[in-house]
């Protein structure tokens, strides 16, 4: 192998090195976006999961007032 073949196939490598890192790095932001989104929607069902039981409670307390009314 001549150093001129042997330049351009340590070219073809680094390039592709660099091909690679670059797709790493997009892979890797990805994952920070998913993991983003993973928090943000367990916080939606904490909020949600308040609501609700937010509301059986308030559906609780109008039973106990209508059967209290009732007696």
Known sequence: MSDKD????????LQEITTVSHRIEGMDASI??????TKS??????????RVTGLE???GSLEAQANASQD
């Open 41 to 50: 929607m367990r916080s939606d069902i904490a909020g949600f999961q308040s």
């Open 6 to 13: 042997h330049s351009t196939t340590m070219e073809r490598i």
């Open 57 to 59: 409670q308030r559906k």
């Open 32 to 37: 920070t976006s998913f993991t983003l989104e």
